[in-house]
Nanobody, 125 residues
Framework: VQLQASGGGLVQAGGSLRLSCAASGRTSSSYAMGWFRQAPGKERTFVAAINWRSDNTAYADSVKGRFTISRDNAKNTLYLQMNSLKPEDTAVYYC???????????????????WGQGTQVTVSS
């Protein structure tokens, strides 16, 4: 399985961005997906996750109410709509995929099987 993240960029505080993550390869089974981020000099942290059926999501407290995770299984694509962006949201954002049962969502990075290459999000003040 390969993951290709896109949609990052430079935006002013209060602005919005939409990240996408396209999955390719052996994706015929159900799988959970998630977004993580890593700021310079810091560890990778959880942002949001969603299960295969899109009826279970999870968010980090720091992004609740501002970010929305979604997916389109027909297109094998994961999304992250980011609104009301803050300078502290600046990081490289990674998408991840875990082959799993349809109802499960995962918030722990080391449980994921596959990772994208990351896309840079920079929020200026």
């Amino acid at each position: 399985v390969q993951l290709q993240a896109s949609g990052g960029g430079l935006v002013q505080a209060g602005g919005s961005l939409r990240l996408s993550c396209a999955a390719s390869g052996r994706t015929s089974s159900s799988y959970a997906m998630g977004w993580f981020r890593q700021a310079p000099g810091k560890e990778r942290t959880f942002v949001a996750a969603i299960n295969w059926r899109s009826d279970n999501t999870a968010y980090a407290d720091s992004v609740k109410g501002r970010f929305t995770i979604s997916r389109d299984n027909a297109k094998n694509t994961l999304y992250l709509q980011m609104n009301s962006l803050k300078p502290e949201d600046t990081a490289v954002y990674y998408c991840a995929l875990k082959l799993s049962a349809a109802w499960v969502v995962y918030t722990t990075a080391n449980l994921y099987n596959y990772w994208g290459q990351g896309t840079q999000v920079t929020v200026s003040s």
